[in-house]
Structures are given as structure tokens and as C-alpha cells.
């Protein structure tokens, strides 16, 4: 090689150093500061109550508050527009459901790639849902509920947290599966579309264990099935979507896992990974979590991209087969 292109090269090598130094730098003391744990849904509700029980114990191993920020709207793209948007330090962070992948599928609007704007950090947990009705509605099970609907096609309705989240689109496949033609009425969260279906005001919600369970418990709302492999020990009675339409094909539950933006220096990806993992193996914890229905996931960054790729395919198969429009 020529001087002058020795002496370029190692300018260039002298350079890259530099930039990178101070990256580095910021990883081996990372946290020193709070970090911001952002989630696409309103306080209240199932995701809410996940992330700030993530939070609280984040906290403590990472020894920096993880405080909590609600960003709710245009079915979580809000929320993951903001945090892609983020300097990526890992102070922003996104605690995420479905929606991250569903936002991408369903919204023209969305700004995000699920698989190419975050780094993974790790799956968390994941919530069976439960195909809960209003107690007037004249049925007992699935089978009277589908018989009702090819009676009456259309005028039967269902709730849902906000178009194209997971409550959304499970019910629209569902109904695909089933055959049936149903009304969807969307609200800005849980908490309205639940108080709405105990007032009967709409008719069905098949959402989150642990958002319907106490509704079940006191009779104000029906539990019909539930969407899970197995039937949850919370409502053993209750058999799953399988079980009572004779579909193997129905399992449908509501993920969580925890993002960073992309760019996320590896050293902070592996912090926050341990921070996660730490929370699921914590007996008191896991004991939470059990109370709720929950089932605990974890594992590895790697691990957690892998089920974002197969999740964005195999939720746009259903998307494209329960004929959800692009919004």
C-alpha cells in the first residue's frame, strides 16, 4: 500500500474509533439515568398493568426508575413512531403487544418496520383470551352463539379495544373461522369497551383473562370459551375455542415483549434483556403473574426477533384471509 493511502486508512481506523469510543462509553455505565418505558395502550388496562409491574422490577435490578409513559391511539403506531423516533441510548424504551407488528400490517399511516426500526429485547408474556358475552344475549355456549349469528347475520356485535389490535383481528378471524358475520365496534381502549359490554351496549369482547375474569367471577359477563391450547386453571370450566366449535386452529393470546429503537448498542440490549429475565424468575413475580392468567415467555434477543418474523407472517396470512382492510 502507498503512504498516502496507509496514512488515509489509518485515519480512517483512528475516526471510526472515536465515533464508536463514546458509544462504548455510554454502555458500561448504562443506566445512569431513567429510563422512559412507553406503551400504546391507556392506564388500566391489561398492558398497563403488565408493563408497570415490568417496570417496578426493572427498576430495582437495573437501579434506575423505569417510569412508564401511555401513548395510546392509531392502533399503537403512536407509541412506536415515538420510540423509533428516540435516540438510541436505551432510555426509550417500548414495551409492546402485538400492535407492534399489527400497526405495520394494517395502518397506510404507519411510519414503522416491526423487524427492521427496534432492536429486540426479549418476549415477556402472554395473556389467553377469553370470548366473554352479555348475560341477555339468549346463549350457552359457541354453539348457540354461532347458530344466533347465521339467524341474524350482521346483527349481532362485538367490542374491541381500538381497530387492528389483537382483539380486533382475533375476533375477525374467529369469525372468519366460524363462518359468521359480525359487527365490530371499536373503542379507545379496554377499560371503554368493557364498561360497554356490562351495560350492554354491545354484545361480546374476546379479550384478555385478565381483564374479564372478575366480570366472570360476579356473572356480569359470560365466559364462552377461552382461546388458549389448553383451558386456563383460572376458569377450568370453561372449555376452549377448540374444544366446543371442533377447530384446531383457534389459539389466539395477546403477547407482550419489550423493543429498543434500532441501533441499540448490544451491550444496553443485553442489560435490559437480564432486567427481564431477572423479573420472570423471581418467585414473587411469577406469582403475580399466575394471579392474572398469564403465561411468562423470556429467552433471548435473538429468540424474540425470530417470533417477530414469524408472528408479521403468519398475522398477515389471517389478516389477508379474514379480509381486514388496510386502513
Known amino acids: 500500500m502507498k503512504p498516502l493511502l496507509k496514512l488515509a486508512a489509518a485515519a480512517l481506523t483512528l475516526a471510526m474509533a472515536a465515533l464508536s469510543a463514546p458509544a462504548q462509553a455510554q454502555a458500561s455505565d448504562y443506566p445512569n439515568k431513567p429510563i422512559k418505558m412507553v406503551i400504546a395502550f391507556p392506564p388500566g388496562g391489561p398492558t398497563d398493568v403488565n408493563a408497570r409491574q415490568f417496570a417496578q422490577v426493572m427498576s430495582e ?9 401511555n401513548r395510546p391511539g392509531a392502533g399503537g403506531n403512536i407509541a412506536s413512531s415515538a420510540v423509533m423516533a428516540a435516540p438510541n441510548d436505551g432510555y426509550t424504551i417500548l414495551y409492546n403487544t402485538s400492535s407492534l407488528v399489527l400497526g405495520a400490517l394494517l395502518y397506510n399511516s404507519a411510519k ?7 432492536a429486540p429485547v426479549a418476549r415477556t408474556v402472554a395473556t389467553p383470551l377469553v370470548l366473554t358475552v352479555n348475560p341477555s344475549l339468549p346463549v350457552k355456549n359457541v354453539r348457540d352463539l354461532i347458530a344466533l349469528a347465521k339467524k341474524e347475520p350482521g346483527k349481532l356485535n362485538y367490542a374491541s379495544s381500538g381497530a387492528g389490535v389483537i382483539d380486533h383481528l382475533a375476533t375477525a378471524m374467529m369469525a372468519t373461522r366460524l363462518d359468521i358475520k359480525i359487527e365490530h365496534v371499536p373503542y379507545k381502549g379496554t377499560a371503554p369497551a368493557l364498561t360497554d359490554l356490562v351495560g350492554g351496549n354491545t354484545q361480546m369482547f374476546l379479550t384478555t383473562i385478565n381483564t374479564v375474569l372478575p366480570f366472570v367471577k360476579d356473572k356480569r359477563l359470560t365466559a364462552l370459551a377461552v382461546a ?7 376458569l377450568p370450566d370453561v372449555p376452549t375455542l377448540s374444544e366446543a366449535t371442533g377447530l384446531s386452529d383457534l389459539e389466539l393470546t395477546a403477547w407482550n415483549g419489550l423493543v429498543a429503537p434500532a441501533g441499540t448498542p448490544p451491550a444496553v440490549v443485553a442489560k435490559l434483556n437480564a432486567a427481564v429475565n431477572g423479573a420472570l424468575a423471581q418467585p414473587a413475580f411469577q406469582e403475580k403473574m399466575r394471579a392474572m392468567g398469564v403465561e411468562m415467555h423470556g429467552g433471548t434477543p435473538a429468540e424474540y426477533a425470530a417470533f417477530l418474523a414469524s408472528e408479521t407472517k403468519r398475522l398477515g396470512e389471517a389478516i389477508q384471509r379474514a379480509g ?3 386502513q
Open 324 to 326: 381486514v382492510p388496510k
Open 61 to 69: 435490578s437495573l437501579g434506575q426508575p423505569v417510569v412508564v409513559e
Open 228 to 234: 388458549s391450547r389448553a383451558r386456563s386453571p383460572l
Open 112 to 118: 414503522h418496520d416491526p423487524l427492521k426500526d427496534f
